[in-house]
């Protein structure tokens, strides 16, 4: 676990989605999270010059139920 440069956990940002249904038992989407604060800050977040930004991540998945 990253500890806070700031003493603060406090974490904020946002997540889109947007998912197709090819078939009524299979969806396929992409998933993006972005982080405008990250364990109290924007910047510098733990002390080695890392930014909330550095940890926004793209997701694309598919799901299949049967």
Known sequence: MAWSNT?????TGYLLEF???IQPNWRVGLQ???YTKYQGASTNYDGNGR????NNTTYLYTWIAF
Do not use: L, V, W
Not at 7 to 11: A, I, K, L, N
Not at 51 to 54: E, G, K, V, Y
């Open 19 to 21: 998912n197709y249904m």
């Open 32 to 34: 993006y999270t972005s």
């Open 51 to 54: 930014n909330a930004r550095d």
């Open 7 to 11: 003493g603060r956990p406090d974490t």
